[in-house]
């Protein structure tokens, strides 16, 4: 199969927009969802099932309308960075609309859910933003570049992540000064988040729209991909997904949880800053390997990049499990960093090598439908129910937290030996995986 890809964008004023953006993103996210889930449990009162819906139903929303109507519509009309900007300006107006609902409610737990219900409607406008995204890097960027071009986009959103960390843990209490969850009650974590979002498409104004050319109508301003048999090949790209959906669903799990873990005073009774600083550490191993992702992809291959990032995830749910203090916690953060980079990078260029180009809006809403769901459909499912059931039994609660991420951990092995079961088969076929290395440049 050969497909065009329009060479006349320029690359840095690409790549800088791409980071521009990427790195505003990571803020949005660091401010909002690190300690989203302790102001649902410990401030608004919803049980811990409960507070893991605020990712589980939200995220379903995403995913529906990215793959039966964005990608769709996106594959149509060849749109990617319209397709950014309206979704990030969508969820701008978004958080403020719900702000203004959640505060105007004196019923705590109403308020909770009127903040999870707002959100999945957020995210189903949201999804354009990550459909356009994903389509859009592979448009512009050959398949040997995917990876490092993730890799360094991920540690300037890790970036992005630390300063908006450092300033939720700061906004969440005031800095010390007032009650815990003060930044979401009063508001300032929601406004901050939601300004950020609309000056994070201005960079993506000074991009080219992104989109592939057919053949037939193609310019003499072109130039060649080939893709080989693995594209469209659905088999290998569903058991594929499969395996990421299991891996990432273990590792992003604790999300919802993680800061209440943390949070427990007969646990390790962190505190905002303490919470704030594991992330951080989480941020920072990300910024330091993203920038050479692309070097590693290319001298180990991106296949066994992807084993790596999974081993490390499983690692890090188990040391996070067993820790008996802060102290084991910091290096598992660590390994959490690690595991995000890899698996980002290389699981991207894997995908892109395996979709058609000009099906790259409905097959990478597929693809984005394993990291989405899995930020909240096993807490959901899983080890919410797991954690809640063992309180109600008059468990302790430090055992429950730590027998629910036990289950998750479970959950990304079940992942990681599906994924090398799959990469071992496909190296039976010489023909095919060495193809798919040279294009991918591992």
Not at 88 to 102: D, K, Q, S, T
Not at 103 to 122: E, F, K, M, P, Y
Not at 367 to 376: E, Q
Not at 382 to 390: E, H
Request: proline share 2%; glycine share 12%.
């Amino acid at each position: 199969m050969i497909a065009t890809v329009s060479t006349t964008m320029k690359p840095r004023i690409t790549f800088f927009g791409l980071s521009t953006f990427q790195a505003l993103a990571m803020f949005r996210r660091g401010i909002f969802y690190t300690f989203l889930g302790i102001y649902l449990r410990s401030f608004l009162g919803l049980s811990v099932t409960e507070t893991t819906l605020f990712e589980t139903i939200p995220m379903l929303g995403n995913i529906l309308f990215q793959t039966f109507v964005w990608g769709k519509l996106t594959d149509r009309f060849q749109l990617r960075r319209s397709f950014i900007i309206a979704g990030e300006l969508a969820a701008g107006i978004g958080h403020v609309i719900m702000f203004i609902l959640h505060a105007g409610q004196a019923d705590l737990r109403i308020a909770g859910w009127i903040i999870i219900w707002s959100l999945t409607v957020i995210e189903i406008f949201w999804s354009m933003s990550n459909i356009g995204w994903s389509a859009y890097i592979s448009d512009v960027y050959e398949a040997a570049e995917r990876n490092a071009i993730q890799g360094k986009l991920a540690s300037i959103g890790g970036a992005g992540r630390i300063i908006g960390a450092l300033i939720g843990g700061g906004l969440y209490d005031k800095l010390g000064k007032t009650y815990p969850g003060w930044g979401f009650r009063e508001g300032s974590i929601f406004l901050v988040a939601a300004a950020v979002m609309v000056i994070s498409v201005i960079p993506l104004f000074f991009m080219p729209e992104g989109g592939i050319k057919k053949s037939s109508i193609a310019g003499s301003n072109t130039t060649t991909v080939r893709h080989t048999g693995t594209a469209g090949n659905l088999r290998v790209f569903a058991v594929f997904l499969v395996a990421m959906l299991l891996i990432n669903s273990g590792i992003n799990s604790l999300a919802a949880i993680k800061g209440q873990f943390l949070d427990l005073k007969d646990g390790f009774a962190a505190s905002a800053s303490q919470i704030g600083f594991t992330a951080n550490i989480e941020s920072l191993a990300l910024i330091l390997v993203g920038f050479w992702i692309g070097a590693l992809g290319k001298k180990i291959g991106i296949q066994k990049l992807m084993v790596l990032g999974g081993a490390c995830g499983v690692l890090y749910l188990a040391l996070y499990a067993l820790a008996p203090g802060l102290w084991l916690i910091y290096p598992a953060s660590l390994l959490r960093g690690l595991s995000d980079g890899f698996l980002a990078a290389s699981s991207y260029a894997f995908a892109s090598v395996l979709i058609p180009p000009e099906k790259r809006g409905r097959y990478f809403a597929a693809y984005n439908a394993t990291f989405m769901l899995s930020w909240g459909t096993s807490a959901t499912l899983v080890t919410g129910p797991i954690i809640d059931g063992i309180l109600a039994a008059g468990g302790d609660s430090v055992f429950a937290y730590r027998m629910g991420i036990l289950s998750s951990a479970l959950t990304s092995l079940t992942g990681l030996v599906l994924i090398v079961l799959l990469l071992t088969k496909m190296q039976g076929n010489t023909r095919q995986s060495q193809s798919m290395d040279t294009l991918i440049g591992s």
